[in-house]
């Protein structure tokens, strides 16, 4: 006897296709995968930032049941993990820096789930939170290197990109291979030396800005010796950009009256907020700068003169420096992009572009002054 009404389609749930058990393996390799990175890199951690990690280790854990479930005897069949993870695992083993958490919040971005209906929307919702929670691991380590990478990362381009432009442009003019070998060494030196300098006054300029601005503490000793009636403290607080009820409670409790009718809420504003945070470590030190800047420029302007030191001349040295620093811009534009959670090969074109374009245009204007390459 047909049990079903008429016309009504017997629900039988489909067996999963060939590509589904694909797409699930993966799934599930790469969950174990992302779950062993997070695990590398807590390893390597301690405190917050270790116990973070191995929470996010969790859910990948739980991500990985929930294929496993999916799969059921078909989950025993192994399958490796994508080339991008197995990369992460390998660099999180090895090195566990800023540079894989910033790979991880690239990957954790790109998650297939949002669009895949065998994944459930409380797992796409992890990956989105994933990113975010990765993105501020990453952030803390940004800004331990900021300082010194910042002058690094500036020096190192620098010096690709004006060394080549003058070994270009005075080679368009047709002098001879030697005196475009002792520009480009000159140049190397005076651009290092210009470079450091440069950083060493931008940095300690900075920091003692920093210092002028930063509050002291001699509202600890003055306050009690304070006229109540006419209280000097609550203006400091307000012109260090308290409200006026901020202000007063503020005022109040340096001088023992912890009785007034402000918010209590004010008490709990860390002093910190309002009396200035320590600034001094992102920005750096003046000598480390220097000496970043000094050394990157010099490893970067010295790639441009290589052809000519190893006897190459004319044409042939131009295109081998074009090449050699074009390889360079390219590594230095994936590494900022990188760091900065934005595409690698999109900041290397970025970075190839603007140095031989600048490159290009000096090489121009030699061709005009001069008889062209020798």
């Given amino acids: 006897m047909n049990t079903h009404p008429a016309g009504a389609p017997s629900e039988r749930p489909q067996p999963p296709s060939s590509s589904d058990l694909r797409r699930w393996r993966q799934y599930l390799a790469d969950e174990r995968a992302e779950a062993d990175t997070y695990r590398y890199l807590a390893e390597r951690r301690d405190g917050e930032e270790r116990d973070i990690l191995l929470a996010l280790a969790e859910a990948e854990g739980r991500h990985e049941a929930h294929w496993r479930e999916m799969l059921g005897e078909d989950a025993n069949r192994r399958t490796k993990a994508s080339l991008r993870n197995r990369m992460l695992g390998f660099l999180a083993r090895r090195f566990g820096s800023v540079f894989v958490l910033a790979l991880a919040q690239r990957a954790e971005g790109r998650s297939p789930y949002a669009s895949d209906p065998n994944a459930t929307s409380a797992m796409a919702a992890d990956e989105q939170i994933h990113e975010e929670v990765v993105r501020g691991l990453a952030t803390r380590g940004r800004t331990r290197l900021s300082g010194n990478f910042r002058a690094a990362v500036f020096g190192a381009n620098d010096g690709l990109v004006s060394n080549l432009a003058l070994v270009m442009g005075i080679g368009a003019t047709g002098v001879s291979s030697g005196f475009i070998l002792f ?50 403290l609550v203006l400091v607080y307000r012109a260090r950009g308290m409200s006026l009820e901020a202000a007063e409670h503020r005022a109040a409790e340096r001088m023992g009256l912890y009785s007034c009718d402000c918010d209590p809420s004010f008490s709990l504003n860390p002093e910190a907020s309002v009396e200035g945070n320590d600034e001094h470590e992102t920005v750096g030190t003046g000598l480390g700068a220097a000496l970043s800047s000094f050394c990157f420029f010099a490893s970067g302007a010295i790639i441009p003169v290589l052809p000519y030191i190893f006897g190459f001349t004319g044409l042939a040295a131009v295109i081998i420096s074009c090449v050699l620093v074009g390889l360079a811009l390219l590594m230095t534009g994936a590494v900022v992009g990188l760091l900065s959670g934005a595409s690698p090969l999109k900041r290397g074109v970025r970075q190839l572009a603007i140095g031989l374009g600048a490159a290009g245009a000096t090489y121009l204007l030699g061709m005009l002054f001069g008889t062209g390459v020798a």
């Fill in 183 to 232: 520009s480009g060494l000159a140049g190397l030196l005076a651009g290092a030396l210009s470079m450091g300098a440069g950083e060493y006054v931008s940095v300690r300029s900075q920091r003692e800005l920093l210092e002028a601005s930063r509050p002291t503490q001699i509202t600890l000793a003055a306050a009690k010796s304070l006229d109540i009636d006419a209280n000097e």
